[in-house]
């Protein structure tokens, strides 16, 4: 499925700087992450959960996680929640990011901030490791 994804979007190696400023990623970040926080709200309750991952808890990982300090100065809030779920979504499809492991993540951390900011630390350094600069 992935290698599909990959075609259909046109995705080839990115470097973390071209994949926070991939307009095509957010949307499906956006629905990884609710996912995630369903999944793990799932587990927790020991029953069916739907969860959306709130714009507050968002904003407040990208700052935590130091994301915001790779970002331009004069971004918006939706700009900088597009550019974390950019970058999961693309960690995610590149198989550098689990989905299990997201999940784990959220299960164990005492909030959904602390777990979004422990998950965009990982992909950072992750996609940021993955390609050399100047391979895009």
Do not use: F
């Amino acid at each position: 499925m992935a290698e599909r994804l990959r075609r259909a979007l046109g995705l080839g190696p990115l470097t973390l700087e071209r994949v926070l400023r991939d307009p095509r990623l957010p949307g499906l970040g956006d629905a990884a992450l609710n996912y995630i926080a369903s999944a793990s709200q799932s587990i927790r309750a020991g029953e069916p959960r739907g969860a959306r991952v709130s714009n507050r808890a968002l904003l407040e990982a990208v700052r935590a996680s130091g994301l915001r300090g790779l970002l331009a100065k004069r971004m918006g809030r939706k700009d900088l929640g597009d550019a974390a779920e950019a970058l999961v979504a693309y960690a995610l499809i590149e198989g550098l990011l689990k989905p299990s492991e997201c999940v784990d993540i959220l299960v164990e951390e005492t909030s959904i901030e602390e777990g979004l900011k422990t998950i965009i630390q990982i992909a950072m350094k992750r996609v940021g490791g993955a390609y050399a600069p100047g391979q895009d």
